[in-house]
């Protein structure tokens, strides 16, 4: 067992986009996750994700691949806040014909292979977040509560067994979740 910080385990991470709501020259069509997305996206069900018009050069930068995470960080609610995960399994690619990014209110975190196992990140930090540990990172100042994404990234100690033991364990899991889901 080592322990990291979540920056370490990351070979990207960038916020999301909103974009337009119509098309204009420069601009690509994209399906666009919110966090209000997640369950469905969870479960394959891309009908309710909107499609918005993102600048070329922005989304050549954030679309989004397979296993790649998304984190919540604004809106939530007093019981459900900022901070719940979603990975994005490679079904999610193949049911689009669009490309995909997160809204501006999640951010997407791509995990070095490396260092860790996407699917096991995801595990730590959906167990993390069920069990109310990152409420310490959910502020609400105005209307929109906030997640502290950099300061949870920088200093939260995570620690993980090597990246072979992470990949059965990720495996394990996700078996039993895709028995849920079915």
């Known amino acids: ?47 309710g994700v909107p499609r918005r018009f993102i600048p070329k050069r922005i989304a050549d930068r954030k679309a989004l691949r397979p296993y790649d995470l998304l984190i919540e960080t604004a809106g939530g609610s007093k019981d459900r806040p900022t901070g719940r995960t979603l990975l994005l399994k490679l079904d999610i690619f193949r049911k689009s014909v669009l490309p995909v990014t997160c809204a501006s209110f999640a951010r ?11 699917e096991y990140v995801f595990w730590l930090l959906q167990a993390m977040y069920e069990s109310r540990q990152l409420l310490k990172y ?8 906030r997640y502290q994404f950099t300061t949870f990234a920088d200093n939260e100690p995570l620690v993980l067994p090597d ?9 394990i899991l996700s078996a039993y979740d895709d028995l849920i889901e079915n």
């Open 1 to 47: 067992m080592q322990e990291f910080v979540l920056r370490d385990l990351l070979a990207e991470s960038k916020d999301g986009e909103w974009g337009k709501g119509e098309l204009a020259d420069g601009l690509v069509e994209m399906l666009v996750i919110r966090g209000t997305d997640f369950e469905s996206v969870r479960v394959g069900d891309l009908s």
């Open 108 to 118: 997407f975190l791509r995990v070095d292979p490396a260092r860790a196992d996407a």
């Open 138 to 145: 959910h502020t609400q100042h105005t209307g929109v509560a």
């Open 163 to 171: 990246v072979a033991t992470q990949r059965r364990i990720a495996s």
